[in-house]
C-alpha cells in the first residue's frame, strides 16, 4: 500500500529520489538489548582494560600452558621411572606407529633400513650409548645434542617413543644392504692438519 498522505506522522519530511523515509520505532526489546550490549561493553572495558582485573586472552593461554607443561612433565617423569623396566612391544598396532614415527623422525638420519647415515648403524649390537631396550629409549627420549640426536621427549609422547623403540628393537640383526661399521671397529679418521 503506498501512502499518499503527505500529513502522515510516521513519514519524515525529507525524500530521495521520490521516495520518502518512513519513521518506524524499533522494538522496545531492541532498544534494551542494544542498551544492554553498550553497558557490557563498558563494564568489559573497565574490568579488563582500565582495573586490569582480569585475566585477558594471552594471560589465559599463558596459564593454560603452564597446566599442560606440568601434566606433561608429570607423564615424562613416570615414564623415565617406567622406562628402566619396560620390555619392546610385539604389538603390531605399536610397531606399525613407531614405523611411521621412525620413517618421518629417524630415517633422515639412521636410513629406511636402519643401517646408519649421519647417525650410527641401528641394526647391529654395538651401541656407543647402551644396547639394552631400556637405554635405547632413554636415547630416544633424551637424545645426544652433543652428537646431534634430537632430543625427542620435547617433540613426541612416552606412547610414540615407546612404539619408536620397540620398532627399533625389531631392526636389529636384519643386516641391511652397506651399513655403516659398527662404531667399536669403525676406521680412524685420518687427521687434517688445518695449517698446511
Request: a negative charge.
Amino acid at each position: 500500500m503506498i501512502m499518499n498522505d503527505e500529513k502522515d506522522p510516521l513519514l519524515l519530511d525529507h525524500e530521495a529520489d521520490g521516495i520518502r523515509e518512513l519513521d518506524n520505532k524499533l522494538p522496545r526489546w531492541w532498544v534494551w538489548l542494544f542498551n544492554l550490549t553498550i553497558a557490557f561493553s563498558g563494564a568489559y572495558m573497565l574490568y579488563y582494560h582500565v582495573f586490569d582485573r582480569g585475566a585477558l586472552m594471552a594471560a589465559e593461554y599463558q596459564r593454560e600452558m603452564e597446566v599442560g607443561e606440568k601434566v606433561k612433565q608429570a607423564a615424562l617423569d613416570r615414564f623415565e621411572k617406567e622406562m628402566m623396566t619396560m620390555q619392546p612391544s610385539t604389538d603390531r598396532a605399536v610397531l606399525d606407529e613407531g614405523e611411521k614415527l621412525f620413517t618421518v623422525n629417524c630415517m633422515p638420519c639412521h636410513r629406511a633400513d636402519g643401517g646408519g647415515l649421519v647417525g650410527p648403524n641401528i641394526t647391529d649390537d654395538y651401541w656407543i650409548h647402551g644396547s639394552e631396550f631400556k637405554d635405547n629409549l632413554r636415547i630416544i627420549s633424551n637424545g645426544v645434542p652433543e652428537k646431534g640426536m634430537v632430543t625427542w621427549k620435547t617433540l613426541m609422547k612416552p606412547t610414540q617413543i615407546y612404539a619408536v623403540g620397540s620398532y627399533i628393537y625389531t631392526l636389529r640383526g636384519s643386516n641391511p644392504p652397506n651399513p655403516k661399521p659398527p662404531e667399536n671397529q669403525a676406521p680412524a679418521q685420518p687427521e687434517v692438519n688445518i695449517y698446511e
